[in-house]
C-alpha cells in the first residue's frame, strides 16, 4: 500500500495570508508510461462529502478558486492557498488514485 | 448530470453484515472504463477506501478489509451493492459511494450514508 502522510494535521492562518499543506507519499506516485502524478486533492466541510480541489498534482478543477494551487512531483506534494478566505475554513486531504486509492490522514484549516 | 446516492441501515448490531446499496444516475456502468467505489469515514477521522467495482467486473478491495467485503452491481437496477460482514463499533461511521473512470481521480460523491454499530 502506498501511505500518503500529510503536515501539519492541523493550521491556523490569518485571513488573507497564505496557507500551505504538505503532503508525502511512501513511493512515488508519478508514472512514467504518461509522466503523470497520481495525486489529488480535496476540501471537506462538516456534514459534506470531499470536494474535488485538484487533479493530476497541479490542475485546478473547474470552478475551484484560483487562490488554490497545487505543486510537486515523484513523492512530495504541496496544497497551497494563496489568500485564505473565511469559506477555506476545512479539512483539506492529499489522495493518490493509482493504486487504487489512498488518503492522507487530513489537515485541519483554521482562522488565526 | 451524476449522482449518486447511498442507502441501508442506520444501525447495526456488532458481529451482523451490513448491506449498503449505491443508486446513481447520468453515468452507466457498462460503459468501458467507468467504475464505482465505496469510500468510509469515522467521525472525525480520515477517509477510508473499501472497493471498487468496474464496468467489467473487475473488483477491487482494500487489503486491510478484502475478508470481510463484497462489492456486485446491477446494471439493469444502475445500483452498487456492498456487503461488510461481522460489523464491529469500529466500523461507525459515513459510508460514501464514488464515480470513477480508470486511473482516475474522483469527481463524483454520494451525500453519504451514517451507520452506527452498536448493541
Known amino acids: 500500500d502506498i501511505v500518503m502522510t500529510q503536515s501539519p494535521d492541523s493550521l491556523a492562518v490569518s485571513l488573507g495570508a497564505r496557507a500551505t499543506i504538505n503532503c508525502k507519499s511512501s513511493q512515488s506516485v508519478l508514472y512514467s508510461s504518461n509522466n503523470k502524478n497520481y495525486l489529488a486533492w480535496y476540501q471537506q466541510k462538516p456534514g459534506q462529502p470531499p470536494k474535488l480541489l485538484i487533479y493530476w498534482a497541479s490542475t485546478r478543477e473547474s470552478g475551484v478558486p484560483d487562490r488554490f494551487s497545487g505543486s510537486g512531483s515523484g513523492t512530495d506534494f504541496t496544497l497551497t492557498i494563496s489568500s485564505l478566505q473565511a469559506e477555506d475554513v476545512a479539512v483539506y486531504y492529499c489522495q493518490q488514485y493509482y493504486t487504487p486509492f489512498t488518503f492522507g490522514q487530513g489537515t485541519k484549516l483554521e482562522i488565526k | 448530470q451524476i449522482t449518486l446516492k447511498e442507502s441501508g441501515p442506520t444501525l447495526v448490531k456488532p458481529t451482523q453484515t451490513l448491506t449498503l446499496t449505491c443508486t446513481f444516475s447520468?453515468?452507466?456502468?457498462?460503459?468501458?472504463?467507468?467504475?464505482v467505489g465505496w469510500i468510509r469515514q469515522p467521525p472525525g477521522k480520515a477517509l477510508e477506501w473499501l472497493a471498487l467495482?468496474?464496468?467489467?467486473?473487475?473488483?477491487r478491495y482494500s487489503p486491510s478489509l478484502k475478508s470481510r467485503l463484497t462489492v456486485t452491481k446491477d446494471t439493469s437496477k444502475d445500483q452498487v451493492v456492498l456487503t461488510m460482514t461481522n460489523m464491529d463499533p469500529v466500523d461507525t461511521g459515513t459510508y460514501y459511494c464514488?464515480?470513477?473512470?480508470?486511473?482516475?481521480?474522483?469527481?463524483?460523491w454520494g451525500q453519504g450514508t451514517r451507520v452506527t454499530i452498536s448493541s
Open positions: 467495482i468496474y464496468w467489467d467486473d473487475d473488483k
Open positions: 464514488v464515480h470513477r473512470v480508470r486511473d482516475g481521480y474522483i469527481t463524483y
Open positions: 447520468g453515468f452507466s456502468l457498462s460503459i468501458s472504463g467507468v467504475g
